[in-house]
T-cell receptor, first 114, second 110 residues
Framework: DQQVKQNSPSLSVQEGRISILNCDYT??????FLWYKKYPAEGPTFLIS?????DKNEDGRFTVFLNKSAKHLSLHIVPSQPGDSAVYFC?????????????FGTGTRLKVLA | SQTIHQWPATLVQPVGSPLSLECTVE??????LYWYRQAAGRGLQLLFY??????ISSEVPQNLSASRPQDRQFILSSKKLLLSDSGFYLC?????????FGQGTRLTVV
């Protein structure tokens, strides 16, 4: 059962335009959501996160939006740069006795075209 | 600042051989520790997590085991590797709401 889904395996965007990466989840117990960026043969790098009590969090060019009723979150990158080309994973966690288990989606490969 | 070390970076092992991957964290105490695997073309699958020394939770039944002999050390092991154990193994730590990953180990079982 895939609790966190990224239905778009790939996305191509022109440099300078907006990149929108989407993620859906099924478990209503999830209360914290994260986005990671991953290059080949490297570990994922934490980008930005959002708590379920918020609907938007912004950090520089990166903004994450959360729609709890739809169980949907998205990552916006504006403006997109060639260095943003990577695989992006969304992750979700549920606080259980203070232990955070991170469930990841399958990733979306973003290609920013110069 | 906190750092995480994972080794080796790459490993080629024959079927039936044992496995030991080690991960250590510096600059923090009593972190939550995690082992993930990324199979080819797949997402990150949580294998094990630990909230303290000797405390291991397994997420997926499989040929692997994990141990935490010290506060900041997490070991992934197997007694006999299978071809299906090939993949990219990632260790991670967390003290709050985000997890931070090591550089990963590419394991190829031949």
């Amino acid at each position: 059962d895939q609790q966190v889904k990224q239905n778009s395996p790939s996305l191509s965007v022109q440099e300078g335009r907006i990149s929108i990466l989407n993620c859906d989840y099924t478990n209503s117990m999830f209360d914290y959501f994260l986005w990671y960026k991953k290059y080949p043969a490297e570990g994922p790098t934490f980008l930005i996160s959002i708590s379920s009590i918020k609907d938007k969090n912004e950090d520089g060019r990166f903004t994450v939006f959360l729609n709890k009723s739809a169980k949907h979150l998205s990552l916006h990158i504006v403006p997109s740069q060639p260095g943003d080309s990577a695989v992006y994973f969304c992750a979700a966690s549920a606080t259980l006795s203070g232990t955070y288990k991170y469930i990841f989606g399958t990733g979306t490969r973003l290609k920013v075209l110069a | 600042s906190q750092t995480i070390h994972q080794w080796p970076a790459t490993l080629v092992q024959p079927v039936g051989s044992p496995l030991s991957l080690e991960c250590t964290v510096e600059g923090t105490s009593n972190p939550n520790l995690y082992w993930y695997r990324q199979a080819a073309g797949r997402g990150l699958q949580l294998l094990f997590y630990s909230v303290g020394i000797g405390q291991i939770s397994s997420e997926v039944p499989q040929n692997l085991s994990a141990s935490r002999p010290q506060d900041r050390q997490f070991i992934l092991s197997s007694k006999k590797l299978l071809l299906s154990d090939s993949g990219f193994y990632l260790c991670a730590w967390s003290m709050g709401r985000a997890a931070f990953f090591g550089q990963g180990t590419r394991l190829t079982v031949v």
